[in-house]
């Protein structure tokens, strides 16, 4: 019952911020959606047909949907006079201004941070990129799946015997988003002391770096020769069980960090043959013998279903999780029990799944939820704000 | 030349704030970094032996000492009722305490959040755990390789063909990790306003969750069913070219997310008869004949080595990248020039690749860097502060 004692909660911890929000698709929209949702007014300034994800033909309206709840629309067109002047306008009574277009772009339009500073030295600019605002590959077309293959994370991920494989998931794209917000949020909270703002910068390689700290290890105690694809696999071959083995219907993970966790694996499964083998008593001895120990849990595992064999696992406190698709993920009673996500009939796009932000601050209200709004809804009110 | 502009840095942004922190391995260490080299003060409380990371076998010391630079280590036994009472007292003066024990231990331990604020009402107080403080799931063992299968990441990587599989890098943690982070801060600019810290909380499962917007997109397009996995191919099948293709020593990533991109795509590689050919001028048609187009374009590719390969890429602006080696990562002349990374000899670990806080602030100092220090250095001198 985290909220019972603090029963009166507090209002969202970023009321009273004003986010300009020049940013497209996914790392610049995540950021702001999280300060949406903490009580920032965001205005999303889109151009003349809306934000790229708006149009994108390829997905559904989910993706605009889940990440521009809670933000205004205003549609200005950055290649006129008009369009320009109208945004250093608003930046003059923002807190924060976020964009991630290619570096130099920001600059061109008259609108960089030298401008943007000398007319509102409170002003926090924040901006991301694939590869920064400087250093030698500061140009390169950068996207999530670009980044990917640039910062090593998919030439270790798939099967030896395989070729790489990308990450499904969108990650380096959302681990920069997230780090944009972390930015921005430490400039507002310095601002408190110095009273100014500042220019705040997130490089999309360098906010994926770190998920590699695991591999790096591997990588330094190899010598520094190289590391390959070990599938499901630990990245070092160094701690066995741990695998992704098929089930009946589908696959479940395993991972055994500790002899206690293989011995409830075996009663789990049942299994004493595994469990009392001498040879398999540490972890030493189970990586001697992974491939044998793998095949025999996949034997078994195979007799199963994903729920039966999750269960069982759970009932030992075995680490372990079925391989869920999207579909259960989206249906997850966990998941809608805790808020983090619900159905909602969205004005324009219908029945959909939205996501709260993972950020819980149990002293504070979130903003009131408001679905995403039609392109340029807003662009009235505001340019009159302002006039 | 971003810092010209601001030719006086000032203090680090979190200089003055106090951390206790009670984490281990990544997701709670990062948050933490991350404010160390911001100028917090992390006293690390580690229990006999040291923490998790820095007794683990399967890696070399690099993890340890990339996440714990500019922290204090202090060992103290929280099995014991003295233990237990140091933490209390020092959460008296700290601003922050951050932990990511299981859900419930550290109510157990009878330092919970109640029991905290009732101390220090300015106290926020950080948890993260794999499933969150509440919900069915909440004492589900939760690590990584878990969190990726549950939160449907695992199940859409990999070829159709082909079983799923994990990411290689450690991404739900890494992007747990910066969440903490990013909810402490933003409850330290809230306790600007109301004087008053708060327990803030994060699930890794729902910070995993916003990096498959994208292909939650395809699923809601598809009507709902399943979302399969499809290799290095764009997750909805619905762009062209877009793919990793094998060059004569390597892959490279290349997407083309518009009909620009494929003209220079095929000037680059000198493949006029693919850029002259009137049925793929338009995505849609690419898309109708992507086998034919892969195969095409992975020939030609395989003629060139990765570098060659890029650099005409490059000059022709198209969205690509090598597929790196962790070798090539760590050695990277742009993250070297950026100060991203750096060579440092370490006073315990030897000749190391040093990673800097991703978050780039250009109005203020960082912390001056201190690598990680050997267990229990601080213990001495922090015990005698709040004697």
């Given amino acids: 019952m985290p909220d019972a004692s603090q029963a009166t909660k507090r209002p969202p911890p970023l009321a009273g911020v004003r986010v300009i929000d020049l940013t497209q698709v996914y790392n610049g929209p995540y950021a702001t959606f999280m300060m949406a949702r903490n009580g920032a007014e965001v205005i999303k300034i889109e151009p003349p047909g809306g934000e790229h994800l708006r149009r994108r033909a390829s997905g559904s309206d989910l993706p605009f949907a889940m990440l521009n709840g809670n933000k205004r629309s205003v549609v200005l067109d950055l290649k006129t006079p008009e369009g320009v002047a109208t945004v250093l ?13 290619t570096p130099g772009v920001m600059a061109r339009l008259g609108l960089g941070w030298d401008v943007l500073r000398e007319r509102n030295p409170r002003l926090i600019y924040a901006c991301s990129s694939g590869y920064g605002i400087d250093g030698p590959y500061r140009d390169y077309p950068a996207m999530d799946l670009s980044v990917q293959a640039m910062s090593g994370i998919l030439g270790i991920t798939g099967f030896a015997d395989q070729p790489p494989v ?7 794209d959302f681990l920069a988003g997230t780090h944009v917000y972390a930015a921005v949020v430490t400039a507002l909270f310095e601002r408190t002391r110095s009273g100014l703002g500042q220019m705040v910068e997130i490089a999309m390689l360098e906010a994926a770096y770190f ?5 790096l290890g591997t990588l330094f105690r190899a010598g520094g020769g190289e590391v390959g694809r070990t599938g499901n696999r630990h990245g070092g071959l160094s701690i066995c069980p741990y695998n992704v083995y098929p089930a009946k219907d589908g696959f479940v993970a395993i991972l055994c960090s500790n002899d206690k ?9 049942d299994m004493p043959e595994l469990g009392n083998d001498p040879r398999y008593g540490t972890n030493k001895g189970r990586v001697a013998a992974m491939e044998a120990i793998d095949a025999c849990i996949g034997a078994r595992m195979s007799t199963l279903t994903k729920a039966e064999a999750f269960a069982r ?3 030992h406190h ?20 805790r808020g983090a996500l619900r159905w909602i009939d969205h004005p324009q796009h219908g029945r959909l799944v939205i996501a709260e932000s993972p950020l819980r601050l ?3 209200e979130r903003a009131d939820d408001a679905p995403s709004v039609p392109l340029g ?3 009235e009110a505001v340019l009159r704000s302002i006039a």
């Fill in 261 to 269: 966790h293989f011995a409830s694996l075996t009663k789990a499964l």
């Fill in 313 to 315: 696992l759970m009932r």
């Fill in 211 to 215: 998920s590699l700290t695991s591999n």
């Fill in 166 to 172: 990308k990450t499904g998931a969108t990650l380096c």
């Fill in 89 to 101: 306008k608003l930046a003059d009574s923002a807190d924060v201004l976020v964009e991630n277009f």
């Fill in 362 to 364: 149990h002293g504070c």
């Fill in 377 to 379: 809804q807003d662009t």
């Fill in 318 to 337: 075995v680490p372990s999780a079925p391989v869920r698709t999207l579909r259960e993920v989206v249906d997850d009673p966990h998941l809608h029990a």
